[in-house]
């Protein structure tokens, strides 16, 4: 049977037998989703870092079962082994790293460094930075195009500028 409600709209009326399930499907579907809440469900280990870290962009190497984390406040990449599940050495980036990207294959790390107005290149299996590009404004953004070529977002000179500028780096 269909019914319609005052304000036009019609819904299915399965009488008081069909309204009291439906109400107790709604609180078995509440106490399902409260359970989750309370138990913390998760997927994956949690790892914290040795004195704290707040991390400003991640990149994920598949092929080297890593994962790279820009730490600011620090000045470096920490980089995590996934097959390990620990921390390795870090990379130092100087100049408060803010952004980073890997090459199409796999070889570098972009990162940008906003107080260095920088751009540095970093080996991936080396582990170390090869390259420092100076770049004319303070850089934030970074990625890697099909072509290898890397495109920097920056804020303009001065401070409170809204002269936003890409860069190409090749």
Do not use: C
């Amino acid at each position: 049977r269909l019914s319609r409600v005052a304000d036009g709209r019609r819904v299915a009326d399965g009488g008081p037998v069909q309204g009291w399930l439906a109400h107790k499907g709604m609180l078995f579907l509440l106490a399902l989703l409260q359970t989750a809440v309370l138990s913390g469900a998760t997927f994956g280990t949690v790892v914290s870092r040795t004195g704290g870290a707040s991390y400003s962009d991640i990149a994920l190497d598949e092929a080297r079962g890593k994962l790279y984390l820009v730490n600011p406040a620090a000045s470096t990449v920490d980089v995590y082994s996934v097959t390990q599940k620990a921390f390795l050495p870090s990379i130092s980036v100087p100049g408060q790293p803010v952004a980073e990207t890997m090459s199409r294959s796999g070889n570098y790390l972009y990162v940008t460094a906003y107080g260095a107005s920088a751009l540095y290149q970093i080996d991936l299996n080396a582990g170390s930075v090869v390259s420092t590009i100076p770049v004319p404004y303070h850089p934030q953004g970074v990625g890697v195009g099909a072509d290898e070529r890397v495109l920097i977002t920056t804020v303009g000179p001065g401070s409170g500028s809204a002269t936003n500028t890409l860069f190409l780096f090749n």
